[in-house]
């Protein structure tokens, strides 16, 4: 066949196969378009999930009469200028597609009025342009979605699933945007209706989470906030350690506003929460992430859900320290409004980067009696020695803490205690002091640099070419890391030394894990969780044990040290430390309610 021009319907509809797949697409480009002309109320109505007519009408800016026909040409935007506007975009939508993409699939009606102007004009499907009725703002309508290409409506899903995808399409703009009001209609029912909130970002969007993204996810959210010199913040909720879900479903990330699904993101909180989560369970995360616009590429996926970031390590390293020291922090009441929030980005660095985790390891630091592997003793506790039969004096006043005073252990495994206000708490002393011990290891590790073990025997490993070069080229960090490198040949290298913490692990599935990671991520991140996982095991080894008689000195010194890190409400495998019955709830459990 020769080569020529293709008509400019087939471009739309070409185009329009990129950015429009079901209804939910042209519900987020009409939204984005609405939320970029400085909408503060937006209302969405649907008619069989927008498979058969929707309709978006905003109180946005809206388009002069002159420039309507215009907007629904391709590659027709006021949103960008030039090619260096790429790359500083501080707005949704700029590639000029959605409108005539939508309007090639569609039958689609246009009408706008800006406050200058005297009464509105309206685009219909045929392209004739008219007067019409409307307050300030922009009204689009969408009917027969997809007759032009019916093809593609057989790929539609049920009503029941595009109405799913509709509603995530509208929680994220109601999300990213709490001070608009928003309101959905389905089939002439009210589903959603959304008032703007008043006040700082965190307080404006509490009132939504229950809404949008479930009772459990509010229960349990707490709020985040960082910031550095550069001009990167970070803020929203995190679910504690002891909340979590069964898939990462309950996550969502936001990039200057946008939603984003992105690996980097994921992984940083992931690994914040490595050791404070059971295998397999994942963290609740609301998070938007604010960083300068040209730290961020957003034009490389069609529909705008992926972000390519200038710096991947930078950005790990900055959620992945925020979401730390959010989980490290003393926990602090939120719930909007009432004063009960104060500051919602706490900064994080004071006129410095945000420094990268810190993953270093030197054994040479361990306590003499851990290398040793001595049975845990009551010195560790720092308190003075006391008989485990012995009533020791009841701590008063503020020497109770929140977990209250220990009155006694059942079965030598679990300690109770009664808080100020008669609550009981039982502590499962093993988990507990098992956390504490390796909160202990990860503060002493962070001192100095990484030991080596040198290897008798050098040991070949055959990779691929490009993994091969991807490891030379990151040889020098590596070595930092304790990880002896050197090229052998185009498809092997030799591993000369290793960690001195992974003891006689085997060199080859590690340097192939670091080969295959190393692409997506610093060596820092790739050794994090293999060197974490050998403190995680000293501190099992090295703990009190269950079954094992402790006096009332003993403890409530526990106790205090529990206080002093939050982190010890779970174990390094995320289970779960302390356990408290309510006074109302002993009360009822007797009928005395």
Known sequence: ????????????????????????????????????????SVRISTENAGLTGLEVLDNGKGIPQAELKLALERHATSKIETTEDLFRLNTFGFRGEALPSIASVARLTLTSRPETQPEAWQVTPEGHLKPAALPPGTRVQVADLFYATPARRKFLKSARAERSALHAVVTNAALAYPHATF????????????PAAQGDFLNALTPRLATLLGGEFAAHAQPIGAANAEGWSLGGFISPPTAHAATAREQYFFVNGRPVKDRTLQTALKQAYADRLPAGRHPMALLFLNIPAEEVDVNVHPAKSEVRFRNRDHTFGFLYAAVRQALGAPKQSFAGGQG????????????????????????????????????????????PAANGHIKAPMPEGDAIGFLGAAIGQVANTFILAETADGNLTIIDQHAAHERIVYEQLKTAQAAGAIPRQPLLLPTLVTLKPTEVDTLLANAADLDKLGLELEGYSPTAVTVTAMPAAL?????????????????????????????????????CHHSIRAARRLSLAEMNALLRQME??????????????????????????????
């Open 183 to 194: 309101t959905l209609v389905e089939d002439g029912v009210e589903t959603w209706h959304l």
């Open 564 to 593: 002093a890190n939050p982190a010890t409400l779970t174990c390094n495998h995320g289970r779960p430390t302390t356990a408290t019955f309510a006074k109302s709830q002993l009360e009822k459990m007797f009928d005395r309610s």
């Open 1 to 40: 066949m020769p080569i020529r021009r293709l008509p400019d319907t087939l471009a739309n509809q070409i185009a329009a196969g990129e950015v429009i797949e079901r209804p939910a697409s042209v519900v987020k480009e009409l939204l984005e378009n609405s939320l970029d002309a400085g909408a503060t």
């Open 340 to 383: 009960a929030h104060t500051a919602p980005f706490a900064h994080l660095s004071s006129g410095q980067p945000m420094p990268l985790p810190n993953y270093q390891l030197p054994m040479a630091t361990l306590p003499q009696q851990l290398r040793r592997g001595d049975e845990p003793s009551a010195t560790r506790f720092e308190i």
């Open 503 to 539: 003891g006689n692990a085997n060199p080859l599935p590690l340097v192939n894990d670091v080969a295959r990671q190393l692409s997506d991520f610093s060596p820092r991140t790739v050794l994090h969780e293999k060197l974490d996982h050998l403190l995680s095991t000293f501190a």
